[in-house]
């Protein structure tokens, strides 16, 4: 982390903006993940409005089994009203499908969800945790956010990664160093069918290496091959846990275990999507 970002009086003004944005909203329901992002939204919403603020976490096959207890403990330490909210995204054939929008579909799908929660509980506004890194990458759940008027007061504020981890850390959240997560879904290559079944592979195959010791990773799943990516400083362990990683893996069913070189990126998938700088060429 950067020492210069720890305290600065451009973080303060932009923490500040926080406060007055949730404050001015009057009442939230925070869409709660129990990442770093949502947590800091919803601790910051739960100072600033007390009992007007509720956590809401969606429950589905898309995400780790143990990301929902997590999440309970994270707003329980807040002292929030926590809500578990299932989620059907499986079931939306355009969801399933798998094509470069899917997550615009999954939002559609827990903001539905939330709309009559909010409703229900007399709040005016629904939040969630995009934040400003988010801006011109390739985020298709904005535009579903937008549809259902949901605010994102990190952006508003103009918040960033490693801010929100400073103010963090800052507030006492344990998880203020949590490494990046996206949903499981996100580890299938597009156009190949998103299932149940793959989807409780991948939580296996990532619980097993988060077992070893691995913090950044993701396995991607192409069909019958498993594409690690790791940090670079943990290809090492990768390498002295070979044997036991392709036993594991294959027993769950993969054919062929590799190893990116490239090393973690968020978003990977993406890549297949955009143009190549150079075409590779292939002499016999």
């Known amino acids: 982390m950067n020492p210069s970002v720890s305290e600065t009086p451009a973080l303060d003004m932009k923490y500040a903006r926080l406060q007055a944005i949730l404050r001015d909203l ?41 990301e929902l207890e997590q999440a309970r403990e994270l707003a329980a330490l807040i002292g929030c009203r926590h809500i578990v909210v299932r989620t059907g995204e499986l079931h939306d054939e355009r969801y399933a499908a798998n094509q470069p929008d899917r997550c615009y579909h999954c939002k559609r799908t827990l903001f539905a969800e939330l709309q009559p929660v909010a409703a229900e509980l007399g709040i005016g506004a629904i939040i969630y945790g995009a934040m400003a890194d988010d801006i011109g990458a390739h985020r298709p759940g904005h535009r579903a956010a937008a549809e259902f008027a949901v605010r994102s007061p990190l952006i508003e504020a103009g918040l960033g990664k490693q ?3 400073v103010l963090a850390r800052r507030l006492g959240l344990p998880n203020w160093n949590k490494p990046s997560y996206a949903c499981l879904s996100s580890r299938i290559a597009y ?52 044997e036991a990683i392709v036993a594991r893996l294959k027993e769950l069913g993969y054919v062929y275990v590799t190893l990116d070189l490239q090393g973690f990126r968020s978003g990977s998938m993406n890549e297949a999507r955009q143009p190549q700088r150079a075409e590779i060429m292939l002499v016999e």
Do not use: N
């Open 26 to 66: 009057g009442s939230a329901l925070v869409a709660f993940s129990g990442g770093v992002d949502s947590t800091l939204l919803l601790k910051v919403a739960y100072d600033t409005l007390g009992d007007r603020a509720v956590a809401a976490t969606a429950d589905s096959e898309t995400y780790p089994r143990e």
């Open 191 to 242: 156009g190949e069918r998103v299932t149940a079944a793959k989807l409780r592979v991948l939580d296996d195959a990532e619980r097993f290496l988060r077992g070893l010791g691995l913090t950044q990773f993701r396995v991607r799943h192409h069909e019958t091959i498993a594409r690690i990516e790791v940090l670079p400083e943990e290809i090492d362990t990768v390498i002295a846990h070979r």
């Open 163 to 165: 801010e929100i981890r």
